[in-house]
């Protein structure tokens, strides 16, 4: 929605892209690792002032279950500016739960498995979902509604 204020004034969008993955194997296969992603979240400042974050968390989920965390860094911004933010999220565990595994594997092949992307950012939330294989490994990010 426009400010009625200043119309120039428009929201922060940001969208995520995956940069790449490892570790998405069972936990009990031969060489399995930890889940770890690399991310890059591009923000673009819509408003008609700066913006400045002291960083935030990051949370890689595959059906509903976090599979790696990560951290955004800091950042300043100004009007109107756009930038992107480089996020390593990992995990301690190895591998994936065979049951996930299996359901990560199916919908590989069928091509329709989604990372939920979920960060805050300034005051914020946001959640993407990302393409796992597909073509689309970037994906505008969108503000979850809340219910009370």
């Known amino acids: 929605m426009d400010s ?5 004034d428009q929201p922060t969008t940001c969208s995520v892209e995956l940069a790449g993955f490892k570790g998405l194997q069972p936990a009990m296969a031969s060489g399995a690792t930890s889940p770890a992603f ?3 979240i ?6 008609t002032f700066s913006l400045a974050h002291g960083g935030g968390d990051v949370v890689v ?3 509903g279950v976090p599979l790696a965390r990560g951290r955004t860094p800091s950042f300043e911004m100004a009007t109107k500016e756009t930038t992107t933010l480089p996020v390593k999220a990992t995990s301690a565990a190895v591998g994936l739960p065979e049951d996930l595994s299996r359901l990560m594997t199916d919908e590989r092949r069928w091509g329709v498995a989604q990372l939920r992307i979920e960060f805050g ?3 914020d939330y946001s959640t993407c979902n ?7 490994r970037v994906s505008e990010c969108y503000r979850p ?3 009370n």
């Open 42 to 47: 591009h923000v673009n400042n819509g408003h």
């Open 4 to 8: 009625l204020a200043d119309p120039f």
């Open 130 to 136: 990302v393409e796992l294989d597909g073509q689309q």
């Open 61 to 63: 989920s595959y059906a």
């Open 121 to 123: 950012l300034a005051w």
């Open 145 to 147: 509604t809340i219910v």
């Open 38 to 40: 690399d991310l890059l």
